[in-house]
């Protein structure tokens, strides 16, 4: 059975899998971002507990050619605490709604992580070298008598076992009334934006008591509000391009250069309704839960509730591209709705080339598409299939009366396992699939 | 855990309440009456779900308001249609004459605001408020009259939930009410909620032969829980098409949006799994029972706090 990505045929198999096998969840333990670096050495994961957790890739052992290199934790840190909002007497979320990674420009990393409210920009740095010799401290650091001191000598450098720190540079707070859903760095590595439900800011990176409000949704009666900002994203290489999405499945791409409020948008991206299939939850399957650029920039991809579609930014009343995930929750959409499933933000990502993407469903079943040969393959992230090197299986969900072996029936899916988040790593075949509380690292399989 | 008769209706043979051009799965001209009944069952109880969906979407944590906005677009969207079809009216009128202003519910004088604007102006009704979305909301009390004989007497949305209980912009007969005899109604709506709760729960178990018989129907219960069973036949016809019966164990649905918030313990894995297995025709005892058990131990937990 071949696997589809990346333009060839080849299988994916388990690599490693990361978090508790404990049936019960600590709802602190729920990972609720995954990101790989520009590079994907860091591979990066947030929590419903405010934490970031960073693996990084060991290279390769020599003994085992065979073998990529795992991913090990390089950093675990408190990116944010819970807090109360004392005017509004509610609570705000230390839950880790996005993070990304800045391009790496010496020797630390630096990336952005948000909550609801507040972003923050977290410096990781090793530290491998201790200095020794100090003239004023003594060895354990205690300050020395001065007239104990009759000669002067220079530190030395010392190697000391390897720290890896994470410190808070910048926090950027008081921006947003509403919940943040996205953040997305620039490509000119300075500014970045911020998007809440109705507003977008743009950040310069080293200022922290101010932001430029860029887009603003807001009607001035709140009784009118009918639509909402879901996702943001700068372009890769045009600085001064940005998309948003919306509640009711349009994209707005915006020019910053065509003015300083961007309530006006450039191109309006959004496909005609199909009237045979209208019902009372066509509007919100068709809210986007994510959207994201091609690394060419040339295409941009959006996530409803149903399908991703693939839209050429020269074109905008229709995508380019369809694909369904799981159309045969089209019937169940009511039950969906009842137990609030319907509301699920799946993300979507795009392998280094642009040739595949990837998105995730429930039951733990993720599923990836080739762009190139149109096929399309479900795959299950579970403990079942863990063995190293295991070749994934893949899966199908049956949607007539006669379920074949092997295939599971839509009414067996469970739909508290969601696969919410996914990465891809930016140059290799190597994925990230967060299933609750366990991360699963597959890579293809290296003959 | 999952109302049966509304999945029934809406999911299992794909008869979701269109918006516009579907007239349902059968296309007898005779029927035709049944069928929009039928429909607007599933309308009526498409609305009652979002309705209680925007009461209790607000708990310690800001609520989340792209959730909310389309859920009330929803809602303002059925709205929409049930006052192009003229049942909105009739609904409205029904409501003012069965209630006292004391039991005004929360819901229906904003949804009866919209359609009173809408009427003098002649336009379509605006825009479903989604109250509170700038500032925190606590959801309303509102005070229950006892009174015996109309079946607005029970706040309590469910036998389970006391934060549901305080969202009480519900009225109407007690969880699995319509089949109740009145003695244990009036006995009921004599103690507060709290005990209305352990109460219904035994109850609950002493009717449960009871509970899948159909009852007669009055105007007094609006936006109600009530149970989808058989149609009966209707003292009003007009009345009895407007509102429609939800399973009682719609307060499961609380548990869910709770259960959403905190660490899932049941999943809707459960609901999904019922569908293929009911036929479109009676409950039987033994699923209603599995969920009543289901529903007790849940009662219990929440009243002792585990």
Known sequence: ?447 | MFPKGTKRKFSDSGEEPVCSGDQGPSASPAAARTLSSSYSLQRQSLLDMSLIKLQLCHMLVEPNLCRSVLIANTVRQIQEEMTQDGTWQIMTQALAAAQCPADRLVATEVLCRQTDAAAQAGQSPKPFPVSGLEEGYHSEEVVMDGDVEAEVTMSSLSPVSPQLSSASYLPGPFGMAPCWEEEEEDGDCEEDEEEDSEESVSEEEESEPDHLRADSRTGEQVFGTFEIKHPAPPPDPALEELFSDVDPSYYDLDTVLTGMQSTPKMGPYDLLESLSSHAPTALSSSSSCRSDLNELDHIMEIIVGS
């Open chain 1, 1 to 447: 059975m071949a696997g589809v990505a990346g333009g060839n045929d080849f299988q994916w198999c388990f690599s490693q899998v990361k978090g508790a096998i404990d049936e019960d969840v600590a709802e602190a333990d729920i990972i609720s971002t995954v990101e790989f670096n520009y590079s994907g050495d860091l591979l990066a994961t947030g929590d419903k507990g405010g934490r970031v957790v960073i693996f990084q890739h060991e290279q390769e052992s020599k003994n085992r050619p065979h073998l990529r290199g795992e991913y090990n934790v390089y950093s675990t840190f408190q990116s944010h605490e819970p807090e109360f909002d004392y005017l509004k007497s509610l609570e705000i979320e230390e839950k880790i709604n996005k993070i990304r990674w800045l391009p790496q420009q010496n020797a630390a990393h630096f990336l952005l992580s948000t909550n609801d409210k507040t972003i923050k920009l977290w410096k990781i740095s090793e530290r491998d070298k201790r200095a020794e010799g100090y003239n004023l401290k003594d060895e354990e650091g205690r300050l020395r008598e001065p007239y104990r001191i009759t000669s002067l000598r220079v530190p030395v450098l010392m190697p000391m076992d390897l720290m890896v720190e994470a410190s808070p540079r910048r926090i950027f707070a008081n921006a947003h009334t509403y919940h943040i859903n996205s953040i997305s760095v620039n490509s000119d590595h300075e500014t970045y934006l911020s998007a809440d439900d109705l507003r977008i800011n743009l950040w310069h990176l080293e200022i922290t008591d101010r932001s430029f409000n860029i887009v603003d949704i807001k009607p001035a009666n709140m009784e009118e509000l009918t639509e909402v900002i879901t996702a943001a994203e700068c372009h890769p290489h045009q600085c001064n391009v940005f998309v948003y999405s919306s509640s009711k499945g349009t994209i707005r791409l915006c020019d910053m250069r065509a003015a300083a409020l961007c309530d006006r948008h450039s191109k309006f991206f959004e496909e005609p309704e199909d009237p045979s299939s209208r019902s009372f939850f066509s509007e919100i399957i068709s809210s986007i839960s994510d959207v994201k650029f091609s690394h060419s920039g040339r295409y941009m991809m959006t996530r409803d509730y149903l399908s991703v579609k693939v839209w050429d930014l020269n074109m905008e009343n229709r995508p380019v591209e369809t694909y369904q995930v799981h159309e045969y929750l089209r019937s169940k959409l009511c039950s969906l709705y009842e137990n609030d499933c319907i509301f699920d933000k799946f993300e979507c990502c795009w392998n280094g080339s642009d040739s595949a993407i990837m998105t995730g469903s429930y039951n733990n079943f993720f599923r990836m598409f080739d762009r190139n040969t149109r096929r399309d393959i479900t795959l299950e992230a579970s403990r079942e299939s863990s063995k190293p090197r295991a070749t994934l299986k893949p899966r199908k969900v049956s949607t007539g009366g006669k379920r074949k072996k092997d295939e599971i029936s839509v009414d067996s899916l469970d739909f508290n396992k969601k696969i919410l988040h996914t990465a891809w790593h930016p140059k290799d075949n190597v994925i990230a699939v967060a299933a609750t509380n366990n991360l699963y690292i597959f890579q293809d399989k290296i003959n």
